[in-house]
């Protein structure tokens, strides 16, 4: 089986998940995907994950919409990566014990952390896959990214040295955050994990280091003068607490320095 004669697109592969793909166009990203097994395996994830979703909250959703929640005009977002990110980080937070806040009834909101620690877990399960483009801009171009990130964060974005936790930075890229725009850094280890820093201001205030996990992904999360640093991984608490360490040690010596 050959690839199609027009690439597939990420919001193809979206709309064959949504069953939304028009029918001439199906064949085409199923050769797609049988050539293109990392293409593959991202379907198959989304697809789980919206599975679950489906069987957990399906009754809830079917619900009348209370009074005064009724929105007057419902405007449709174009479909972007955030589809990834919304499926992967609700899952995330699921198996994690942030269900808490979404079930029926309770009437807390999630904290400007929990929000910014679900886009942080989005991104990280999105990229942290990609093979060609995990990044926009890589590693060594660390100054670079650097001084762009900071630019364009309104902070001083720094890529911690890792190397000696084994981690290598990859590099970063420039994502939407809850209140503006969040930095994204990458590193990898010899071994291949892949752990993944993101950053944004948000309402937060300071709070204290915490660890959420799901499945295969964990993540530390904490705040500092109203900008939140999610650092994602793999599950391993004591893993993710040896880096996220040298994160913060790193963060504060760099502030104490004056940047």
């Known amino acids: 089986m050959t690839d199609p004669k027009i690439p597939v697109t990420e919001d193809e592969l979206h709309a064959y998940v949504d069953n939304e793909l028009p029918a001439e166009r199906r064949g085409d990203v199923e050769a797609w995907l049988a050539a293109h097994p990392e293409d593959a395996a991202r379907v198959r994830s989304w697809r789980e994950m919206a599975e679950l979703l489906h069987a957990r909250y399906d ?27 919304i499926a992967a980080t609700l899952v995330a937070f699921i198996g994690g014990g942030g269900v808490g806040w979404l079930a029926r009834g309770v009437t807390a909101a999630p904290s400007a952390l929990q929000n910014l ?81 993101y950053a944004s201001r948000a309402k937060t205030g300071t709070a204290q280091m915490r660890y959420t996990a799901a ?45």
Request: hydrophobic fraction near 35%.
């Open 117 to 197: 620690t679900m886009d942080a877990l989005g991104a990280h399960r999105l990229y942290v896959v990609e093979v060609r483009h995990p990044v926009e801009v890589p590693g060594n171009e660390r100054a670079h990214l650097q001084l762009w990130l900071t630019k364009r964060c309104g902070w001083e974005v720094r890529a911690p040295e890792l190397d000696g936790t084994g981690l290598k930075l990859v590099g970063g890229r420039l994502l939407p955050g809850p209140a503006g725009p969040a930095s994204f850094l990458m590193y990898e280890s010899a071994s291949g994990e892949r752990f993944t820093l």
């Open 215 to 259: 499945e295969n992904s964990g993540a530390m999360y904490w705040s500092e003068d109203d900008v939140g640093y999610v650092l994602s991984g793999p599950s391993d608490k004591d893993r993710l607490d040896q880096v996220a360490r040298l994160v913060y040690d790193q963060n504060e010596k760099n502030e104490k320095n004056g940047g």
């Open 59 to 85: 009754a809830v959703a079917d619900e009348a919409v209370p009074k005064r929640l009724e929105i007057e005009r419902l405007v449709r977002r174009p479909r972007t990566w955030m589809y990834g990110a």
